[in-house]
């Protein structure tokens, strides 16, 4: 299928396409080799008619009365996340959270190579932590430019993600995965994807105040 | 406002009023006062309508002629998300995820306080991290119980995560903070939070393979 024919995707399933790819993923390692759409959305906790409809925005891999071919399906939303290729990062801030990204394997197992963590901590500098060595934020915009670094993943204070945006644009960075609670103004042809921890607590919070008659004390 | 006056509010809603907390701090932290619904959805990049009609979900907070009153909105929004009481968290797992959010101050400001780690490794019951304890995992379900702790965060492997979700269910917690990457299967009146972090590289890296002929190389 041509990234053409994908333009018009929305956002909204983007956002399900990595479950559905887990979920097969899953599937997968229990060697099934092929699924209803109905097991398919009981499974996910879906409707069956939102599994169809997602998937046939991507041209439907599903064959009437045989389901879908688990290990097909996989590999084609594999191909339309882009998990088909290495993706190089670097991240920014050794401090716990960096620290915990790099130490992360699984992003890996998937494509997402990290290569190298910063920051601007003397003591830090030089370090390594889960086989990824730290550079001087000085070096940054070169190490970018020689290693065909894709993506940043910022795990800086608001202040600092704000300022490195610019570098990183300069640089020609492809995308920031934004850990900073903040909301970056960068090019439109940079990819930001946010992680705003606290604003995922507050939804859990919401939900809780507004479920309390569910609940017993 | 009364909790059953809110029962309609769509998720999507709720995925955007934290954002809304978080510009509103910052118009309030720079002292203004006041704001159109105009300035605010510029500030924001969302259109004035979306502004308007979200904020009417929680009976409209602006005045015609005079925008909205920036510190009224704050704290009605902020009681909306529960914000006006404290929540205590305990966080599972005390790896370098879980030792970030013990050592992310921010939360305790919006009333999210972390009281204790829990971990089974031997070499870290006992220490402390950004000031939170570690204790013993053994002794989760007492503690739980003991110290009104409403939110556990999990930042353990799936399989640990999977088992935890059973224990924490029986204990009594209300809500679960999970960073596994599995899909966890509690009683209905357990509100769970995801944050998933492959998931969120993968929309990154999805919407970097789609946005490729924007980009120059």
Redesign the interface.
């Known amino acids: 299928m041509d990234?053409k024919d994908?333009k018009k995707?929305s956002q909204a399933i983007?956002?399900r396409?990595?479950?559905y790819?887990?979920y097969l993923g899953e599937l997968l390692s229990q060697d099934v080799e092929r699924i209803s759409s109905n097991d398919f959305s009981k499974l996910m906790?879906v409707t069956a008619s939102q599994v169809r409809q997602d998937l046939n925005n991507f041209g439907g891999f599903g064959q009437q009365g045989y389901g879908y071919n688990v290990k097909n399906l996989y590999e084609e939303i594999g191909k339309?996340?882009?998990?088909d290729r290495v993706?190089n990062i670097v991240v920014i801030g050794a401090?716990?959270?960096g620290?915990?990204?790099a130490?992360?394997k699984?992003?890996e197992k998937?494509?997402?190579k990290i290569k190298a963590m910063f920051d601007q901590d003397p003591d830090k500098i030089g370090k390594s932590y889960g086989g990824i060595n730290v550079y001087s934020i000085n070096e940054l915009t070169d190490y970018i430019k020689a290693n065909d670094i894709?993506?940043a993943a910022l795990t800086v204070p608001k202040a600092a993600a704000i300022q490195l945006a610019g570098i990183l644009a300069d640089a020609g960075i492809?995308?920031i995965?934004n850990f900073a609670?903040t909301?970056l103004k960068v090019p439109?042809?940079i990819?930001v994807?946010n992680?705003?921890?606290?604003?995922?607590?507050?939804?859990?919070?919401?939900?809780?105040?507004?479920?309390?008659?569910?609940?017993?004390k």
């Open positions: 990234v994908r995707i983007i956002k396409l990595p479950r790819y887990r906790g339309i996340l882009g998990l993706h401090g716990n959270f620290k915990a990204l130490g992360y699984d992003f998937r494509g997402f894709e993506i492809k995308g995965w609670h909301d439109r042809q990819v994807e992680v705003h921890l606290s604003e995922s607590l507050m939804r859990l919070s919401y939900n809780l105040v507004n479920s309390g008659n569910k609940m017993k």
